[in-house]
């Protein structure tokens, strides 16, 4: 029987996998604060910040995906916030090293969710899993989230890091966002709409993570779709599906003044790779940006 242990598994990215793909399993169990029965799910207790788990769920546990930390965009980017969002990636890695070692649990896999914010502003520059990591607080806190997790590796288990780019989807996350201005007929790109959005279907990274596991493709891998695109070009494709009768852009400043730091979500950006994983075997179902939003919007 192979047994998947998800940390992070409520998000948007651990539903959809649990909903599309934990059906290729025997077992799949979450880690949560709230433990209890989710479905088929069974949820286990931990508490990250406080070191603390049920040894049980990492009996004769065959893969592990951690996805836990605090969402990079859900709140203004406060040093209160900023620290949460580093320390919670560090935290649950530290936590589930912890239980591995106490419980001795030999995972065949485990998988740790990172970001392309890793390559930081690199301009119309392609950028592939060997790139030097760029500059500023996205970059800053992906290199602590992946040196939390290479302690994994440190430690003699399988590891594959997975460099999450801008995830479309219906069920949360960018996509909704950018929708919203097409409420009143425009699709907006930001600054001077020059900067790359690495984008992946939704379906597409949750396929990626199941081919990582069942595979053992080890390392560092991008989870981006093949065709990276600036975000005056997806203001235009997100017009061309959803309708509507203008692109326009929404100048930096004003976002500088709206979101502070945090606008670097936006205005900032890499041409992200996907050639390592697309040589390696994996097929993506969505490599054209029309075609993955005509799915989202059938459905």
Known sequence: MATVLVAGGTGMIGRHWIATQGYLFDEVRLLSRSPGRQGTVIKYAWDPAAGTYDPEAFRSVDYIINLAGAGIADERWTEDRKRLIVSSREDSARTLLKALQETGAKPAMILSASATGYYGDRGAEWVDENAEPGHGFLSTTTQAWEAASMTFKAAGHPLAVLRIGIVLSNEGGALPKLKMPLKV????????????????HIDDITSLMTWILQGKNDGVWNGVAPEPVTSKQMATALKKAFGGWLVAPVPAAVLRLLLGEMSDTVLTGARVSAEKVVKAGFGFRYSDLDQALLDLKSK
């Open 185 to 200: 007929g425009m699709a907006n790109y930001f600054g001077d709409g020059q900067q790359y959005m690495p984008w992946i």
